[in-house]
């Protein structure tokens, strides 16, 4: 059962606070996306989290256990603090599958997509057990504002699902309702290990008993590395564990971009530009594809998370298990 998930306070005040403003070009935008990608290398390269462009949003999950969040938004150059507590909040994982890091994460790509005036961008090298943000913007303080109230009742709900339509910048969110007998508790997960040129994939259920599941070991001619404390993994073999058709990855040799299609969402990557294209959105990553033994290599998480997955990363086997819902049910 699908249904569409109304986030009512976070709506009321961000799209009030929104003004309108005229329609800019892919180039435009993603001029903007490269500059507020620039701002973020130079915040994190000074030590400090905002500056007048761009103010920042810390929050915090290593309390979850204990129902107890909080948030801190740093705005001007003077890095002006506004710390938001919140208690009560519904015990739950900080990582996984409706986890509240996870639910987080798509709840703020779910403003970017939303939000006409503003840029936002997440450090993806945050700490697991939070969630960094990033606004640029003539009302980022708003926008900022929206997120940290929203904050309890995304954590109370299951997790946005925010899949971007084709132009105008609108999207389509909408939640999984658990069902035991739903192809929503059936999950393609796949595990790449830190050089090693194999991968599992394997079909699992997600329930509370035991399951006994013989993966598929499949071969790579490249095997996954670590750069900047990233994992970067072969993004066409990448596609494929996520139920990407082979004629769904394309590379175009001229304009070194990457395409990846399925179903109703396209991403495009560029060799050495951190912005990603998710239906013809920005997306600003930390980060930038690159070439490595002749193939095109990026943390795996933008790619998965553009495609509908979920990544965890395992330090002791050192492997990114990513989890994909299987959209139909097994035999049909």
């Not at 006409?116 to 009302?139: C, D, H, I, M, R």
């Not at 997790?159 to 971007?164: A, L, T």
């Not at 739903?182 to 393609?188: I, R, T, V």
């Not at 997306?283 to 930038?288: G, N, S, T």
Request: one cysteine or more.
């Amino acid at each position: 059962m699908k249904k569409l998930i109304c986030l009512s306070i976070t709506a009321v005040l961000l799209f009030a606070a929104v003004a309108p403003v005229m329609a800019r070009t892919p180039e435009e935008i993603m001029q903007i996306r490269t500059y507020l990608s620039d701002q973020i290398d130079i915040l994190h390269a000074t030590d400090k989290m905002s500056n007048d462009e761009v103010y920042s949003v810390w929050v915090d999950l290593n309390q979850i256990s204990s129902g107890n969040v909080s948030a801190t938004v740093y705005s001007t150059a003077y890095e002006t603090v506004a710390v938001s507590n919140f208690n009560n909040i519904k015990i739950q994982p900080i990582q996984g599958n409706n986890g509240a890091h996870d639910k987080l994460v798509r709840f703020f790509f779910y403003l970017d997509n939303n939000d006409e005036e503003n840029f936002l961008a997440q450090w993806g090298s945050a700490p697991e057990n939070t969630v960094l943000g990033y606004v640029y913007g003539t009302t980022k303080t708003q926008t900022l504002n929206a997120f940290v109230a929203g904050i309890p009742e995304c954590l109370e709900r299951q997790r946005v699902y925010d899949n971007p339509s084709g132009g105008g910048g609108g999207s389509s969110t909408k939640t999984e309702t658990p069902d035991p007998d739903s192809w929503a508790e059936k999950y393609l997960t796949t595990t790449f290990t830190l050089d090693a040129n194999t991968y599992s994939v394997a079909s699992i259920t997600n329930s509370t008993e035991t399951e006994t599941v013989q993966p598929d070991i499949k071969s790579m001619d490249v095997a996954p590395y670590i750069k900047d404390s990233r994992t970067y993994v072969p993004v066409r073999y990448l596609a494929y564990s996520l139920g990407v058709p082979q004629d769904g990855v394309t590379w175009d040799n001229d304009t070194q971009k990457v395409g990846i299609n399925k179903g109703d969402t396209s991403v495009t990557l560029t060799i050495n530009n951190p912005v990603m294209l998710v239906n013809q959105e920005s997306v600003a990553m930390d980060v930038a594809p690159e070439i490595t033994s002749d193939r095109t290599f990026l943390p795996a998480r933008w790619v998965a998370e553009a495609l509908g997955a979920t990544v965890e990363w395992d330090d002791t086997q050192k492997q990114a298990i990513i989890k994909m819902p299987i959209e139909e049910k097994l035999g049909e």
